[in-house]
């Protein structure tokens, strides 16, 4: 790139971070578009459409140099406004964070992230954003298991809110991404407590707010079929489990003093006693 100003050719401090120094290297190199007449246009980035006249970043083939890939954003993001695109999608893998000071320099925002890459957004238009916002909501299921004595397969937890308490409850866990409900149900009581259960039926789904990291919840609760009965307790996750008389079970403070874990167990009960 011919630097009209050779003052400002960027410096790297060793002892900055990897995003600060690739922050310095892209402000420094503010001037990179005011090419000499002749140099070569700047190469876009690879991009495909999306169904909403938006554009979704090839993040394969990003540049490695924060100077360069600056050069084709700003080339690329004019020519997309021209053509009337909107939302704009850039993946950054792991080993190219070197490039996110940069893209929130040019004014993107973090959509989400996963171990390997981080999401960032960015809106051409002038108008209001209508991008989707991240994931809203966290999956969780509970799984009523009960034999033929009605004696409800019940856990007490190492971890989390009821950690201590006394309180036995059924077993639960969060589904996997891209997990069927059915499939991750059974997985959850077979983790926790060793007991293989064939899935019956959803009883209800309890909805609620303020779940870790500001999230709502939905809380499927299901009914099994217990196939074995033997128990082999989750050391890492479950302090002890049992099979608990129902009566005994559902007198616990629980489900007693809470109405909607009250009128789901009672949607339970009533759910196996018709069978």
């Known amino acids: 790139f011919g630097l009209t100003n050779p003052d400002k050719q960027s410096t790297l401090i060793a002892s900055l971070s990897l995003g600060e120094a690739a922050l310095m290297e892209y402000e420094t190199n503010g001037d990179v578009l005011n090419k000499p007449s002749g140099q070569q246009e700047p190469e876009l980035l690879n991009a495909c459409e999306d169904m909403y006249d938006g554009m979704i ?7 490695l140099d ?44 973090y959509h989400h992230a996963e171990r390997t890459y981080v999401m960032l957004v960015y809106w051409i238009p002038k108008s209001a954003c209508t991008l989707p916002a991240n994931a809203s909501h966290q999956v969780g299921v509970g799984a009523f298991v009960m034999n033929d004595n009605r004696e409800v397969l019940a856990v007490q937890e190492k971890n989390g809110p009821y950690r201590g308490s006394g309180i036995w409850k059924m077993p639960t866990g969060l589904l996997h991404q891209g997990e069927d409900v059915f499939t991750g149900v059974q997985r959850e ?83 196996f006693e018709k069978r």
């Open 66 to 109: 924060v100077p360069g890939f600056v050069s084709s954003l700003k080339a690329s993001l004019s020519k997309w406004a021209q053509q009337g695109k909107k939302g704009v999608w850039i993946k950054v893998p792991r080993e190219n964070a070197n490039l996110v000071p940069a893209l929130i320099q040019e004014g993107f925002w």
């Open 57 to 63: 970043v090839e993040p394969d083939n990003l540049h």
């Open 189 to 271: 009581v077979k983790e926790e407590t060793g007991i293989d259960a064939e899935f019956l039926e959803v009883v209800g789904i309890r909805h609620f707010h303020n779940a870790p990291f500001n999230k709502s919840d939905l809380y499927i609760v299901c009914i099994l079929r217990p196939l074995s009965f033997d128990i082999e307790t989750q050391e890492t996750e479950i302090t002890a489990a049992q099979w608990m008389p129902i009566e005994e079970f559902a007198t616990q403070p629980k489900y007693q003093e809470s109405e909607p874990s009250k009128k789901l167990l009672d949607l339970c009960i009533a759910s």
